[in-house]
């Protein structure tokens, strides 16, 4: 049990330094690149990012969920589906150069989807490893090659910012990070589980995994398209600068989403398919807990970026991204709903419900798509925020709905927390109003995060014997 909460406070840890690393590296980029060539730069991670689910092919949750059940799968399901990958992987390199070749993007465009493309292919084959690991309930090593990754992208980005490098080159700290990213993998798979990267193509046993993974796969299409397609239709239907614009404001959200929701989804997700098979009771107590610790973070987050959203955009990004203001606005609505879809998709995925999962996911991408097409065209990209808004809360209708069949919910406890949480980031929220105009953006921030946790101290939102249960439920005792 010590051990399985040491690996994954190592991997928590690691999230945190990635996010805080990314999003400093985009911030520069951002404000190095201008809003055109950094809607050309996000566009092309986008557009080659849709087509990795292709070389994934929802494989690599399936193979987590597996390892996790039986260790001694490891071998056989890894080198089977590392296979898998690489014949896909190739496949989709040749398909992304003909998609793009198609659309008449220009030169510049292209040259940065090619190079996007092989990053997406070396890092997704990397994750195979760590997914393994994660089977194995060791999360060490993923943490380290995440902090590898991010130290070289950033050392590396500063140089070739320094160096005044073109559009297309700054895609090469990434492609140079992707490469130690796959060799940590390599190295630790063989010296810690004594594996080789050696592929194998075992008909039954692909045929096998297949058959599991394509709810996953379906869904992890969906999920890409939530996360890829508002981007690639606003770069087509609008142009280039808007997609910066836009991909500044989301990019703050989404630093904030990945780290805390996807994190905790991460840790919780082994925990959830134990507890599945084996408790109910605890199955819920850890998913109610969990629902409530996200909304402690995720409200005053929303009302700190209502607030704020102007100071901190002129801060962070400068007055060439000013109209990202709004749309930082508009999604900060949906951040409620976005982590939420986190924590119920691992809560379906791990109650062997993928497939009700993947029905959701493909509603809600139906709507987001929709939206897009509807908006963008009458308001550009605000109407690819007020999309995501739409997209998500359909979503967390459905999901909700569907979490409360598998597990039972504290509604008395949730309602009371969740009451004391608005009254607090309400409370938050107003000092901060009082304050923004008259002091510096850092101060109001640290300012605000210090009132808040001092009221949420004093309503007792933060309870010693809380904080135990949750962490004992995630790092149950898979070792006994």
């Known amino acids: 049990m010590a051990s399985t909460a040491k690996n994954t ?6 999230y945190i330094y990635q996010k805080l690393i990314s999003l400093f590296y985009f911030i520069l980029l951002a404000r190095y690149l201008g809003a055109d060539n950094f809607g050309k730069y996000t566009f092309a991670i986008s557009f080659a990012a849709l087509f990795s689910v292709l070389i994934d092919f929802g494989l690599f949750l399936v193979l987590t969920r597996e390892i996790a059940r039986d260790k001694s799968k490891t071998k056989e399901y890894f080198s089977n589906i590392l296979g898998f990958n690489i014949v896909a992987g190739l496949s989709v390199l040749v398909l992304i150069y003909i998609v793009i ?5 220009s030169a510049v465009t292209k040259g940065l989807v090619y190079l996007s493309a092989i990053i997406i292919l070396l890092d997704t084959i990397a994750l195979s490893f760590y997914y393994a690991f994660r089977g194995q309930l060791n999360m060490k090593y993923e943490g380290i090659g995440i902090i590898l990754h991010k130290t070289i992208l950033l050392l590396t980005g500063i140089v070739l910012i320094y160096l005044k490098a ?12 992707s490469f130690f990213y796959l060799g940590n993998a390599i190295f630790f798979l063989k010296r810690k589980l004594g594996l080789w990267p050696i592929p194998r193509f075992n008909k039954k046993i692909l045929k096998s995994l297949l058959r599991i993974s394509w709810p996953f796969f379906i869904a992890a299409v969906f999920a890409k ?92 990004y400068g007055t060439e991204y000013l109209p990202a203001v709004m749309i930082l606005t508009l999604l900060s609505l949906s951040i409620p709903f976005m982590f939420l879809d986190f924590i119920v998709s691992a809560l379906l995925n791990a109650c062997e419900k993928q497939k009700i999962n993947t029905l959701i996911h493909g509603i809600g991408v139906f709507v987001f798509i929709g939206l897009n097409l509807i908006l963008i065209p009458m308001f550009v990209h605000l109407g ?48 901060l109003f009082l304050i923004k105009d008259k002091v510096h953006i850092l101060f109001s921030v640290i300012f605000g995060i210090l ?7 004093i309503f007792g939102l933060v309870q010693k014997k809380e904080i135990l249960f949750l962490k004992s439920m995630i790092y149950f005792k898979a070792h006994e």
């Open 9 to 14: 406070f190592y991997l928590l840890s690691a």
């Open 101 to 105: 070749n198609a659309l008449g993007y």
């Open 166 to 177: 073109q559009v297309v080159l700054m895609l090469l700290p990434l492609l140079i990070a």
């Open 225 to 316: 398209l939530y996360a890829t397609s508002d981007t690639i239709l606003l770069s087509y239907m609008a142009g280039d600068k808007f997609v910066g614009w836009y991909n500044a404001a989301m990019k703050l959200v989404n630093a904030f989403l990945l780290l805390i929701a996807g994190s905790l989804s991460a840790a919780l997700y082994p925990s959830l398919s134990y507890y599945f098979i084996r408790s109910k009771q605890e199955l819920s107590s850890l998913f109610t807990k969990s629902v409530f610790y996200l909304m402690l973070v995720t409200i005053p987050l929303v009302i700190g970026f209502l607030i704020l959203a102007k100071p901190i955009i002129l801060f962070i």
């Open 384 to 431: 690819a925020a007020w999309a995501v808004l739409g997209g998500f809360l359909i979503l967390f209708i459905l999901e909700i709905y569907w979490a409360k069949k598998l597990v039972r919910l504290d509604k008395k406890y949730l309602l009371n927390r969740i009451s004391l949480i608005i009254l607090n980031s309400l409370i938050m929220g107003a000092i």
């Open 451 to 457: 009132v808040y946790f001092g009221f949420s101290y």
